[in-house]
């Protein structure tokens, strides 16, 4: 089978949190939070569901094309690619479901303007998960990983990654002026450094070659998935903030409310699986091919190309209060993994 007949093309993305970010649970309350955010059920590390990404991206590629082509007409009627496209308009202004629209091809739409049948896109976004956690200690942050968030960057060699050693240890590097330090605090917890484990090396040098900035590079340590999960929930950020009446401008009376987010420069990964449009028809009157996108990459670049709106509006809530901003790190991304 030749490169272009894959049925489909997996490409791994990097993000660092610019700001905060807060993707909820939608209210419940847990211990002394009243705002949580999604964690995986099985590890409890906090996670960006992938249809929470799917969906900015979704309204950001529709701004894009907008802005890119506005006064768009279908059959001489305005069809505008946002908020038309994104799935945001009320009433009858739906998907517009053409064969030629980067939007409803790429994102899916519930039905078609002139037939009853959907279509269920060609770009699937998995969730985000955290791969480096930042973490305050006495010598500055440390970006923290662990055995199972770098299997998760589905990288080839880090699957091969055997388990650490249950040990409550940081394997970090020390250099000259570090190395007197036989202990790291990472918050209120104090871990031994060890510099022994022989992986360490291969990992700093392939996170190096993943578009993570040096200075994280520089100070990242590994410890065990268990210890992660640990460490993680520990030191996420919780801010008390004053809702708003709507109203009247001002404070709700006993409206003091605490939330949870990710802190500032997190960084995340994410798989973005594209279809092959050419193994794919969009059913309405007539059967139509696919025109908006040609390949695989392609349909990645549908995507990448709205990245750059990521770090200007965000994703998940509190956006009106200086959160969720994501810097994509390697937003060209160009080979599958
Ligand atoms: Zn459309």
């Known amino acids: 089978m030749t490169k272009d007949n894959k049925s489909f093309e997996t490409f791994t993305f990097f993000g660092m949190a610019l700001d905060p970010i807060h993707v909820g649970t939608g209210g419940t309350r847990l211990g002394r939070v009243d705002n949580t955010i999604i964690r995986d059920p099985v590890t409890r590390i ?4 992938g249809s929470s990404l799917a969906g900015v991206m979704r309204a950001y590629v529709a701004m894009r094309k907008e802005n890119e082509a506005p006064d768009r007409k279908i059959n001489g009627k305005p069809k505008p690619y946002y908020p038309d496209c994104a799935g945001q308009g009320g009433g009858d202004s739906g998907h517009c479901s053409q064969a030629d629209c980067p939007v409803c091809t790429v994102f899916g739409f519930a039905r078609g303007m002139d037939s009853d049948s959907g279509f269920a896109g060609l770009a699937g976004f998995s969730d985000m998960h955290v791969l480096l956690f930042p973490v305050a200690s006495q010598l500055g942050p440390q970006w923290i990983t662990s055995p199972m968030a770098l299997r998760q960057t589905g990288i080839v060699e880090f699957s091969k990654l055997g388990d650490l ?6 394997y970090c590097k020390t250099d000259k002026e570090e190395s007197v330090q036989s202990s790291l605090n990472l918050g209120w917890l104090f871990l031994p450094v060890k510099t022994d484990w022989n992986k360490l090396d291969n990992i700093i040098r392939k996170i190096s070659t993943l578009c993570v900035p ?3 590079v520089n100070h990242l340590g590994v410890v065990s998935d268990k210890l992660f999960a640990h460490i993680v929930n520990s030191n996420l950020e919780v801010r008390t903030s004053v809702a708003i009446d709507p109203a009247t401008g001002a404070a709700e009376d006993k409206a003091l409310f605490t939330y949870e987010a990710l802190p500032r420069g997190t960084v995340l990964v994410w798989e973005l699986t594209c279809r092959n449009p050419r193994h794919f028809k969009i059913n309405k009157n007539d059967i139509n091919d696919i025109m908006a996108v ?6 990645k670049d549908v995507v990448a190309e709205a990245y750059p709106y990521l770090e200007h509006l965000g994703i998940g809530g509190m956006g009106s209060r200086g959160m969720g901003r994501l810097r994509v790190l390697n937003p060209s991304e160009k080979e599958g993994s």
Not at 46 to 49: A, D, E, L
Not at 294 to 299: I, L, Q, T, Y
């Open 294 to 299: 040609e390949s695989p990459g392609a349909v």
């Open 165 to 170: 050693p249950e040990q409550e240890v940081i």
């Open 214 to 216: 040096d200075y994280i």
């Open 46 to 49: 906090p996670k960006i569901p």
